[in-house]
């Protein structure tokens, strides 16, 4: 039974990474997939190796939203993935004593103002039908303090709160537009090779970036998408303004070795 047929899903940022997975499952689960990304090049190559369609989308440009919003103007899931860690051209001070405004600024753009706005179209779209699913994903990191990436994390808790303000608010116009939160943790994509490198310590470092994680591995893009398709499916309509962790076991209490 494919889950999602008859959906029309837009997702964010799904050039690559979790954004890619996602599409790519909702589209075997025979959802009509809107791949968009500010990558033009690969947006078009990750919809055509899917089968699907691409529009170009700059999450923090409301212009952009608005041109959306006129070419798909329905949709019944809207998957708010772009996201920057702010690390994308190389590593820089982004801890709270040294981390310039500018810096700061350009990382919410993208994860903050984008999921606002991926909120504010989903609704627009949703709404006439008066049921959906809108999935924001946040991140492990907007659940505790990361003191080397304070706009990431500052970002990423702030798309939990919002999220369940929008659930909150669709509920309260009477619409059964549901809106959730993922927060994954270490999952291996290409947001994570300025800090894993191509060295010769590119293990070392892998492994050291999941030692405090119980199942001591990155998960993987579609371990994030198996998630999203339960809560943009028929299967979760009693599911709003929560949040699911997808971390190995990270914030359980207390990491265990293995037997």
């Known amino acids: 039974m494919q889950r999602l047929k008859d959906k029309t899903c837009v997702i964010t940022g799904a050039a690559r990474g979790i954004g890619r997975a996602i599409a790519q499952r909702f589209h075997d689960e025979g959802a009509t997939v809107v791949v968009t990304d500010i990558d033009d090049v690969a947006g078009t190559a990750t919809a055509t190796a899917i089968g699907c369609r691409f529009e170009p989308l700059d999450v923090g440009e409301e212009s952009d939203w608005s041109r959306l919003a006129a070419c798909v103007p329905v949709a019944d899931v809207v998957v708010n993935n772009a996201g920057v860690t702010g690390f994308e051209s190389g590593m820089t001070r982004h801890d709270p004593e040294h981390a310039s405004l500018a810096d700061w600024r350009a990382v919410h753009r993208i994860n903050l103002d984008g999921t606002f706005l991926g909120c504010r179209y989903a609704i627009g779209a949703m709404k006439a039908a ?16 990361i003191p080397g990436a304070a706009a990431y994390a500052s970002s990423k808790a702030a798309i939990r709160n919002h999220s369940k303000t ?31 490198g191509d060295g010769a310590d590119r293990e070392e470092r892998m492994q050291a970036l999941v030692a405090d994680t119980p199942l001591r591995r ?11 398709v339960t809560l943009a499916s028929d299967e979760a309509t009693y599911v709003t303004g929560t949040e699911i962790t997808i971390d190995g076991g990270l914030l359980a209490g207390s990491a265990a070795a293995p037997g």
């Open 130 to 145: 008066g049921a959906g699913s809108i999935i924001n994903i946040s991140s492990r990191s907007g659940l505790v303090g």
């Open 166 to 196: 929008v659930a909150l608010y669709c509920a309260q116009q009477g619409w059964q537009i549901r809106c959730n939160s993922i927060h994954p943790a270490a999952i291996l994509t290409p947001m994570w090779e300025p800090m894993l």
């Open 218 to 228: 990155f998960g993987l893009p579609e371990e994030v998408a198996a998630v999203a």
